[in-house]
């Protein structure tokens, strides 16, 4: 989420070379006073010794020893740099300058010997410290850098807070920047649970910001209002005396309130039955929330798209929502492309290329936008090299590249692919994905050249940290089994992932037991039981997950007309609906977070 936020050029690119990670090295042979700022690394290290040796006031000396141990560092020369400040520990003076330039190498020392948990552990300031605002921005900067790679955005982002007041006006406004659109993705209730932190001032004002921004984009005259509040409780504020430039849009941003919605679905033909459901939710929807002032009307596209879209037109339709069947979401870009459309419009699927168009937007349940929500959340989850198992279909190819996509744009590594083919296939194909089949060929050999009594048990593979297994449901209860039996005694459990196409129609306690550990990704509606549920599922009793999805993607869609406009000029904005936290892109499609589970003693219980 935050990948590389630090790599921003965030300070004059002299403090980022010399101050961060040093200058490169220069040789010297004058015996001429050299500088002893520590600010600036120019000589090597054994020039740096030399001085020190001649200094006579332990202050220099200090210095001195301190900048060797940098161009240590520079030089890649961990072992010398850790004797060196490890001797000159006892005897450092109580200068704040020269300790916390102690700790800022001692912790560059630690994390490339040891990690960057290690490092951070060490790496700790006392707020009294008087230090120059180069050295304040070294730390802040390297801290900030570290909270990224162990993957804690909030500490992250409150360093980033902190580091901006160190900074000349222009590096200061492009941290904020970042800061900002750092906070995006962050969930409403996440924000909600950390700004309350007094002892960053700064930082708490961002998440409040944050709070405000994603709270209240829906109504403007309350955005307004509250915005105004935040401004006067904190006027010295960063974000005060500049507000960010996609708050200030959807500040200006009108929200669509038609009092005329259309919705264009096929209701007769062979594809109604996938409509009904969408139908339905859409329905409940609108008797949940509108009153009878809207008007809401269906048209039938299987007379032809086209003449669906006039006819709401002709009836004074405000919106429209759908059509859903990707011809004819095709045929209605081509209208939209001649520009033959007149009102907004809610696409109920989305095709591979169209012209973005700011009335237009796209809500499909897309596998392929799982998948890649699926590697998001591994990444979070502190995951380094997941193996995929993946059925060898159109569906399971789009999800593994949108998977790895998501993977190369967080790590720079493409995660490893296996594609499985029914029957005795998945068996061969996970063995050969798990180092199985190696193992037991070394073993066969081991037998034939020392006889076949000996006992050895096959190994397997213990570098992968998870597999994601992108599957049916009906190859999911052969799969998870083949992984259990394959998995050495020696290796360590690793954490397994699936999709909602592998979840269980059927609430068969014994079939969940054998996926016990799994996680799952799935709309947040269907992770637990609730009054709306308990209805849905008495009134169509007959329904599978898949067709419970559609009702509530049928039921979010029309939730979200109001909120388009903002969310389309607020990419931060996610509204919390129940097919998953939804925030629209900068094309109009309508991405989504969805919500995972785990089996637990044959039960799927939210995490």
């Not at 390297?142 to 980033?160: G, H, M, S, V, W």
């Not at 507000?243 to 500040?251: G, V, Y």
């Not at 209701?267 to 339905?280: D, H, K, M, S, Y």
Request: hydrophobic share 40%; with cysteine; charged share 20%.
């Amino acid at each position: 989420m935050l990948k590389r936020l630090i790599t921003t050029k965030f300070v004059f690119a002299a403090i980022l070379s010399t101050v961060l990670f040093g200058c490169a090295t220069q040789t010297t042979d004058n015996k001429q006073a050299i500088d002893s700022s520590l600010a600036s690394v120019t000589q090597t290290a054994n020039v740096y010794l030399s001085a020190a040796s001649n200094s006579e006031q332990p202050q220099e000396r200090d210095r001195y020893l301190l900048l060797a141990a940098h161009a240590y560092v520079n030089e890649g020369n961990l072992s010398a740099a850790d004797s060196l400040l490890t001797s000159m520990k006892p005897k450092l003076q109580p200068d704040p300058s020269l300790q916390a330039e102690w700790l800022y190498l001692s912790a560059r020392v630690t994390e490339q010997t040891r990690s960057e948990a290690d490092a951070l552990a060490i790496l700790n300031y006392p707020q009294q410290w008087n230090l120059p605002d180069w050295q304040r921005v070294t730390y802040h900067q390297y801290k900030a850098r570290l909270f990224n790679q162990t993957k804690q955005p909030i500490d992250e982002l409150r360093q980033l807070s902190s580091l901006s007041l160190y900074l000349p006006k222009e590096q200061a406004f492009e941290v904020n920047d970042n800061i900002w659109r750092a906070l995006q993705p962050l969930h409403e209730e996440t924000i909600k649970n950390f700004m309350g932190d007094s002892s960053n001032p700064t930082f708490s004002g961002w998440l409040q910001l944050a709070y405000i921004a994603k709270h209240y984009a829906v109504d403007p005259s309350q955005l307004v209002r509250y915005l105004g509040e935040w401004q006067q409780a904190n006027p010295n504020h960063p974000g005060a005396m500049k507000l960010p430039s996609d708050l200030e849009k959807a500040l200006n941003a009108k929200p669509y309130k038609p009092q005329n919605i259309a919705v264009l679905l096929p209701l007769t033909g062979r594809r109604a039955a996938v409509a009904e459901p969408i139908r339905q939710g859409i329905i409940a929807s609108y008797m949940a929330a509108y009153d009878d002032q809207i008007e809401l009307n269906f048209y039938d596209t299987n007379l032809g798209v086209e003449q669906a879209y006039q006819d709401a037109i002709a009836a004074g339709a405000e919106f429209v929502i759908g059509p859903l069947l990707p011809n004819a979401v095709e045929e209605m870009q081509a209208l939209n492309d001649q520009g033959l459309m007149s009102v907004p419009q809610l696409y109920l699927n989305q095709t591979e290329t169209f012209t973005a168009n700011n009335d237009q937007f796209y809500f499909a349940l897309s596998p392929a936008q799982e998948a890649s929500d699926a590697a998001q959340k591994l990444y979070n989850d502190g995951i380094t090299l997941p193996l995929l198992l993946v059925s060898n279909d159109s569906t399971g190819k789009r999800m593994a590249e949108s998977f790895n996509k998501k993977w190369f744009e967080l790590t720079e590594e493409n995660a490893e692919i296996h594609y499985y083919d029914g029957g005795d296939q998945m068996k061969l194909t996970v063995q050969e994905a798990l180092g199985v089949k190696d193992s037991q060929a070394r073993i066969s050999r081991m037998k034939e050249l020392i006889g076949s009594n000996i006992e050895a048990d096959f190994r397997s593979r213990r570098d992968i940290d998870a597999i994601y297994m992108i599957s049916a449901a009906k190859d999911l209860v052969l799969l998870k089994p083949f992984l259990d039996v394959n998995f050495s005694v020696f290796a360590d459990p690793v954490a397994l992932y699936t999709t909602s196409r592998s979840r269980l129609s059927g609430n068969s306690t014994q079939s969940a037991q054998e996926l016990n550990n799994l996680m799952i990704s799935d709309i947040p509606w269907l992770m637990g039981t609730n009054t709306e549920t308990t209805m849905v599922n008495k009134l169509w009793s007959n329904w599978n997950n898949g067709q419970k999805r559609l009702y509530i993607m049928g039921y979010d869609s029309l939730e979200l007309v109001s909120r388009l406009a903002q969310m389309r000029a607020f990419p931060g904005y996610q509204f919390n609906g129940r097919s998953g936290a939804l925030s629209v892109d900068k094309d109009g499609v309508i991405e989504r977070t969805l919500s995972w589970g785990k089996y637990q003693r044959g039960q799927l219980r939210p995490l």
